[in-house]
């Protein structure tokens, strides 16, 4: 089992930056790939973006290209999403995703195909 915890959401006004963090636990972290996810209210979570285990793949949905950045820091366990230029449309529950990384780019935006969970951190953009 590998328990997920985000921290860092918050309220923000539009073009203004947040840094959300997730903390994991109960497993090697190096072995596992991460990823954000997000979801608003009345839609369905979407993939933000993906880091493999050493760090050498990073992925990004077109919305953020550009203006997220995600890292991961495997001495603290811990992956982070920086989110500059945020804009109102990137509302919404934010949630830390962690998968073995055996299986490569397969499924990597498919939330399906992802195996542990946070519960989750609101970002809200005020315009």
């Known amino acids: 089992q590998v328990q997920l915890v985000e921290s860092g959401g918050g309220l923000v006004q539009a073009g203004g930056s947040l840094r959300l963090s997730c903390a994991a636990s109960?497993?090697?972290?190096?072995?596992?790939?991460m990823a954000w996810f997000r979801q608003a209210p009345g839609k369905e979570r979407e993939f933000v973006a993906a880091i493999r285990r050493s760090g050498d793949g990073i992925y990004y949905a077109d919305s953020v290209k550009g203006r997220f950045t995600i890292s991961r820091d495997n001495a603290k366990n811990t992956v982070y999403l920086q989110m500059n230029s945020l804009k109102p449309e990137d509302t919404a529950v934010y949630y830390c995703a962690a998968r073995f990384d055996y299986i490569g780019t397969y499924g990597l935006q498919t939330p399906g195909q992802w195996v542990y969970w946070g519960q989750g951190t609101q970002v809200t953009v005020s315009s």
């Open positions: 109960g497993r090697t972290f190096s072995d596992y790939a």
